[in-house]
């Protein structure tokens, strides 16, 4: 199976870049302020030289490059991001396929009569990831590396040793070959595996492909033998293609940025309402709900919520959104929210049970009790209890206690 | 050690129901009543359905001596008052 590997190296520090050139040469962390306990989710190759790695805790990256700059990450920038890149390749083949952020695989075959060679197949898909969705722009875009071989493996090695804007073609028969020089830090194996094939001497491709298949099976096991076909170039691992699911989107700007949950809820009804009108959504039930915001420092903000059972009702979305933003309020004021509905399918009914189940139904009451007495601290709800029935007095006779299951 | 919870405790209390609510009334000489005040309009009263008098709980320091009356208004609403001996004042109170 001929494929070609789109990669783009540090893909966050690349968005990043896009929006603040001035940044260029410095270096970067994202994760957000060295104070925070988070990770290193991305940093720049001169914040690697110094010893920073993704993954570890942001305060030991400032202990490591105490003059980098350290960034909030923006997940949902990187995705719409990378959304736009897939999209672009798209236009040259159908078969795209999302392996991580940066880096996507792209079923070449049956495309030999439409491009002068390859390399002119792996130049253009170059060149419509720099025109991706208008990125194009005079502080620089994004710069891909592309490479094409047999097999996932092979092409993603050949983009991985390609310089940004380049191809690399590794021609069918000869993987083994072009993979044998490379570092064994390339194979797709954990950092245990890394370090044994360390120990045993085997520090290229090549040293991988010339142990015995039943020898690298007695050590590694089945992992072994995938990492020996890998080394001979024998990569059988399918392109598996994005599938595309139908989503209807609405977007409102805030005139003056919102910071309450009442305005947030406002907009929300009022977006749902728009969703609920359009004709997709007509007779149709909806799984997934994503929720974003643009947020007042540039940043975004984003929620999905998937639904237990996909929903027709306006006001049962409502109600999850109104929950979700209580949950997690963004931490700025919000300037643009868009909602998301996808996971669209037909409207089912919903089959009653013959005997009606009160105990389950009760068991389900008190549960959703138990969460609003979590939420406000006391139960909300009372219910009624007959004190003096007897009684001549009627305000002695019945009163209101506190539901507590 | 557990948690504060950071939610003051509150007492479990008993709400009564159908607690009697002030109402202004006018009454004849006799003590009974022949227009109601309600939401700003006064009411006339057209037929006394029932009147019966509680006298109860002596035994407490809040003694409960009532009479009440059933009432049709002009506008046809019925609604049940009761005087309180004790307090001279008029209420209005839901009474099944």
């Known amino acids: 199976m001929r494929a070609a590997c789109v990669f783009i190296p540090h893909f966050p520090i690349a968005v990043e870049l896009l929006d603040r050139p001035d940044l260029r040469g410095r270096p970067l962390v994202i994760g957000g302020a060295p104070e925070q306990r988070k990770a290193v989710l991305d940093c720049s190759p001169e914040a690697e030289a110094q010893g920073a790695r993704p993954g570890m805790p942001l305060r030991q990256a400032l202990g490591l490059c105490p003059k980098a700059a350290f960034l909030e990450s923006d997940l949902a920038r990187y995705q719409d991001a990378f959304e736009a890149v897939l999209h672009a390749l798209e236009g040259i083949s159908p078969l795209v396929e999302a392996a991580d952020l940066g880096r996507a695989y792209v079923g070449v075959e049956g495309l030999e009569g439409l491009y002068w060679d390859e390399m002119a197949l792996g130049e253009a898909l170059v060149q419509a990831v720099r025109l991706a969705d208008g990125q194009a722009r005079s502080t620089g875009s994004l710069l891909p590396s592309a490479g094409l071989g047999e097999g996932k493996f092979a092409a993603w090695a050949a983009a991985v040793t390609s310089a940004p804007g380049e191809v690399c073609l590794v021609p069918a028969g000869r993987e083994a070959a072009f993979l044998a020089p490379l570092d064994v830090f390339l194979l797709p194996c954990s950092l245990d595996t890394m370090r044994r094939l360390g120990l045993f001497g085997l520090h290229t491709i090549g040293d991988v492909a010339s142990v015995p298949l039943g020898a690298i099976q007695a050590q590694f096991g089945p992992d072994g033998r995938r990492l020996w076909e890998l080394a001979h170039g024998l990569d059988w691992e399918p392109l598996r293609p994005r599938r595309h699911e139908e989503s209807v989107s609405e977007r409102l700007a805030f005139s003056e940025p919102a910071v309450s949950t009442e305005a947030l809820s406002v907009a929300g009804r009022q977006l749902l309402g728009r969703l609920f009108r359009q004709p997709a959504l007509r007779h149709r039930a909806v799984r997934q709900m994503r929720l974003r915001a643009a947020l007042s420092n540039g940043r975004s903000w984003e929620r999905t919520v998937t639904f237990r059972e996909a929903t027709a009702d306006r006001d049962q979305v409502l109600y999850v959104l109104r929950c979700t933003l209580e949950a997690a309020l963004p931490s700025r004021p919000v300037e643009e929210m868009e909602v998301t509905l996808s996971g669209l399918t037909e409207e089912t009914g919903k089959q009653e049970g013959l005997f009606a189940a009160k105990g389950h139904r009760r068991a389900q009451l008190e549960e959703a009790l138990r969460q609003l007495k979590a939420r406000f601290g006391q139960s909300p709800v009372y219910h009624i209890v007959e004190v003096e029935p007897w009684s001549r007095i009627p305000e002695r006779r019945l009163a209101l206690i506190d539901y507590d299951p | ?96």
């Open chain 2, 1 to 96: 050690m557990v948690a504060h919870p950071r939610t003051p405790a509150r007492p479990h209390r008993l709400r009564p129901l159908r607690e009697p609510r002030p109402v202004a009334v006018e009454a004849d000489a006799e003590g009974r009543p022949v227009a109601v005040t309600l939401r700003g309009q006064r009411l006339r009263v057209l037929q006394v359905q029932d009147t019966w008098r509680i006298d109860d709980e002596w035994w407490r320091e809040r003694p409960v001596s009532r009479v009440y009356w059933q009432l049709t208004l002009e506008d046809g609403q019925v609604l049940t008052l009761y005087d309180d001996l004790l307090a001279r004042m008029w209420f209005r109170q839901g009474y099944r």
